[in-house]
T-cell receptor
Framework: DAGVTQSPTHLIKTRGQQVTLRCSPI?????VSWYQQVLGQGPQFIFQYYEKEERGRGNFPDRFSARQFPNYSSELNVNALLLGDSALYLC???????????FGQGTRLTVV | AQSVTQLGSHVSVSEGALVLLRCNYSSSVPPYLFWYVQYPNQGLQLLLK??????LVKGINGFEAEFKKSETSFHLTKPSAHMSDAAEYFC??????????????FGSGTQLTVLP
């Protein structure tokens, strides 16, 4: 069975550009969450979506946005990139009402 | 509000020795607690979870953790370290509301080194 898949695995962007990261959850999972992991730190919660609705938002600026599609896949969009946005972005999926979140391999974003 | 504190950003043990990674939490509601492991350039893998059932939780790869409400702790242990256990370990907390898990709050991580 396929796990959580994220694309791309790596990318490099220039300050001020925009980036879109993609996530496909495990089949049957309806909830997707996004986390930012800066080097040397634990992951920080950005968004949670369930059934295409935003269920939670972390302490991130409005430059960060996300959406979930009818097939439950999700995109994370970051505008006006800053050097500090360089991080590993993790996507996690879970069943409704389940306590376990399954993580993808992440997308390594480098802003130069 | 919830928070997690992992004591010791780096822990070194000899192969075959006891592994003890410390985690203390703060939560205003009954918590659900997790330990995840992260290998270099990879995502997070769940080791074990506490969801208000047994306070001693057994996970994969021989790891276990004990929930101690009086000490607000959820320390991770393994009786005998193996070289393959070298990785970064994260403790996390969340709570359940209306049947759906909320966002995870992670600690800052503990890098485990296993010495031959």
């Amino acid at each position: 069975d396929a796990g959580v898949t994220q694309s791309p695995t790596h990318l490099i962007k220039t300050r001020g550009q925009q980036v879109t990261l993609r996530c496909s959850p495990i089949s049957g999972h309806k909830s997707v969450s996004w986390y930012q992991q800066v080097l040397g730190q634990g992951p920080q919660f950005i968004f949670q979506y369930y059934e295409k609705e935003e269920r939670g938002r972390g302490n991130f600026p409005d430059r960060f946005s996300a959406r979930q599609f009818p097939n439950y896949s999700s995109e994370l969009n970051v505008n006006a990139l800053l050097l500090g946005d360089s991080a590993l972005y993790l996507c996690a999926s879970s069943l409704q009402g389940d306590t376990e979140a399954f993580f993808g391999q992440g997308t390594r974003l480098t802003v130069v | 509000a919830q928070s997690v504190t992992q004591l010791g950003s780096h822990v070194s043990v000899s192969e075959g020795a006891l592994v003890l990674l410390r985690c203390n939490y703060s939560s205003s509601v009954p918590p659900y607690l997790f330990w995840y492991v992260q290998y270099p350039n990879q995502g997070l893998q769940l080791l074990l979870k506490y969801t208000s059932a047994a306070t001693l939780v057994k996970g994969i790869n021989g790891f276990e953790a004990e929930f101690k409400k009086s000490e607000t702790s959820f320390h991770l242990t393994k009786p005998s370290a193996h070289m393959s256990d070298a990785a970064e370990y994260f403790c996390a907390v969340t709570w359940i509301s209306s049947g759906s898990a909320r966002q995870l709050t992670f600690g800052s991580g503990t890098q485990l080194t296993v010495l031959p």
